[in-house]
């Protein structure tokens, strides 16, 4: 297995949890999960979205949020948006790690109902977006290719898609003077699996050798775990994820908040551990995490630690018999 | 990725499912679910076990439950036994396919909880269950080495009790006259991740290259996906899993019943059959069976597909639309 020695692993909990609930939750409880999360050793926590209040409105007070979050340093607090009136609120609100990111969907279909337009026109506003970042003074950090691996209202997706996706960016990239940094497969509505992830990261990689390939996947057919396994074989360092199993795309499984949402960060930080492989992470302060994640939505959630735990109180028993 | 072409899943979720459970369930509701489970192309149907009424109350009647079943033709109805006395109660019971299988422990803590006997004296016992086998004209059909990857009593195993196991189980049938067919390395308590997978099979493998090796896995941890794709990605064609993810083992989660349990045969198939793995079952059908099996235990289970479904209607949809 060529895996890699060290993952990083992008804390979307917060901002995809949150955002799929129709209750509202308090500010100061969703500040608290922050803070705990940024002390466990995440480096990259997404808070929230600056999108339309109505459309998410748990959303809606994104900008006092960020504000309220008592900052670790070292700790990136990023934000999503979807348009560029999102990218100008994100930017005026203080508090917010401004790391831009282009957003092309692999699937028009999708993108006509996430974004209001199709995955051309998304292309095209792309060239917008650009300016704007250049107005701001600010890089791309990511590009994020939107159900790469299948799609509800489209069927399967040809890793083609991907691949032309991430040509685009380049090519913006390369006109602003600057390579493409990141490129984040996501599997947006949980299409994915072990063989379509080295299809398409491989796809993806001989056309854009000098990106990052990274994934943002989604447990929605239990297969989250396997897929992100063999994104690590096929040496991919970077994945986002959520504290808890927290999240879930709405055009998935509609109405049903407690499905599986994104791949869940202790969990998968729990398997790179066993495996020898680092992600600076304090696993037993993250499981805490999700305990706490669990008390503010209120009801069960889907990480699998948060009910068996790790296996460092078994493994410290057993080191204590043996001393005794 | 060096997978097999075809693999075969094992349901025990009848058997894990209700011996866990503290209610009792109507026999007519258990029948109904192994005859539904039967027509979904599943060969091998786990129904229960014979062992103590006091330990295990849900698993009383097994005798009558057997009788109970419309039999299809082509289907293996099994049953688990821990000792002797389980048995001859098996092989005295109508309706019971007789695949004899030895048991041994890789863990010697575990095999006093579990067994109430040392490791070693389980060993020991195995010449006394070859000699009952022979009395009663059957051969052994597997090894189950338990507690394979890790022990919460124990800690980590070493993969050499495993190898040790696997000598003992060959040497036992090579007396007897034949090979051992099959070995089934079982992560009992969620110890297992894909690099120690990839360590035990390949050593297993190496020291009895005669066996088929295959994995009965847990997901307790949230690695059983994960741990599925390493044991296929080694060319493991064999796997016992439990419809809905039903089961899980008492000594993993104590008193909890509703934490994870076996690998899920819906969700594990999709995997296999996304992967163009063939596994001759009918998904939709299984998925059904895993709707039953929830609306007979009365709460959610923790299956994937139970709440997503599979791809198949998206696929649908698409092919229609592109007809017309």
Same mark, same amino acid.
């Given at each position: 297995m060529d895996m890699p020695n060290r993952v990083e692993f992008r804390e979307e909990g917060v901002r995809e949890g949150f955002q799929i609930e129709k209750r509202l939750y308090?500010?100061?409880?969703?500040?608290?999960?922050? @803070?705990?999360?940024?002390?466990?050793?995440?480096?990259?926590?997404?808070?929230?979205s600056f999108v339309s209040p109505k459309a998410v409105p748990n959303m809606a007070d994104s900008a006092e949020f960020f504000a309220a979050i008592r900052k670790k340093p070292g700790v990136a607090y990023t934000a999503l948006w979807l348009n560029e009136k999102g990218f100008w609120r994100a930017l005026e609100s203080p508090g917010v790690d401004m790391q831009a990111r282009l957003a092309l969907y692999a699937s028009s279909e999708f993108a006509l109902r996430n974004n209001g337009c199709s995955a051309a026109e998304m292309a095209r506003r792309q060239r917008d977006w650009m300016a704007a970042y250049a107005k701001a003074g600010v890089? %791309? @950090? #990511?590009?994020? %290719?939107?159900?790469?691996?299948?799609?509800?209202?489209?069927?399967?997706?040809?890793?083609?898609?991907s691949v032309e996706a991430a040509r685009i960016a380049e090519d913006l990239c390369r006109e602003a003077g600057y390579g493409i940094p990141k490129i984040m497969l996501a599997d947006t509505m949980g299409w994915a699996n072990p063989a379509a992830i080295k299809r398409v990261v491989g796809a993806v990689? @001989?056309? %854009?050798?000098?990106?990052? %390939?990274?994934?943002?996947?989604?447990? #929605?057919?239990?297969? =989250?775990?396997?897929?992100?396994?063999?994104?690590? /074989? /096929?040496?991919?360092?970077?994945?986002?994820?959520?504290?808890?199993?927290?999240?879930?795309?709405?055009?998935?499984?509609?109405?049903?908040?407690?499905?599986?949402?994104?791949?869940?960060?202790?969990? /998968?930080?729990?398997?790179?551990?066993? /495996? =020898?492989?680092?992600?600076?992470?304090?696993l037993e302060a993250l499981i805490e995490c999700a305990h706490l994640a669990e008390a503010i939505i209120g009801r069960r959630l889907n990480g699998h630690l948060l009910r068996s735990g790790s296996l460092a109180r078994f493994r410290e028993a057993k080191a204590m018999a043996l001393q005794a």
């Open positions: 308090p500010l100061a409880d969703r500040v608290r999960l922050v @803070e705990a999360l940024a002390e466990t050793g995440l480096r990259h926590i997404q808070v929230a890089q %791309v @950090e #990511t590009l994020s %290719v939107l159900a790469a691996f299948g799609c509800n209202f489209e069927g399967d997706v040809d890793p083609a898609r990689r @001989e056309a %854009v050798p000098t990106a990052r %390939v990274g994934l943002h996947l989604h447990d #929605t057919r239990g297969l =989250g775990g396997a897929n992100v396994l063999a994104g690590l /074989m /096929m040496g991919v360092d970077l994945f986002d994820s959520s504290v808890a199993g927290l999240g879930g795309c709405p055009f998935s499984n509609p109405g049903d908040t407690t499905a599986a949402g994104n791949v869940c960060t202790e969990d /998968m930080v729990f398997m790179c551990h066993e /495996m =020898g492989i680092e992600t600076d992470v304090d």
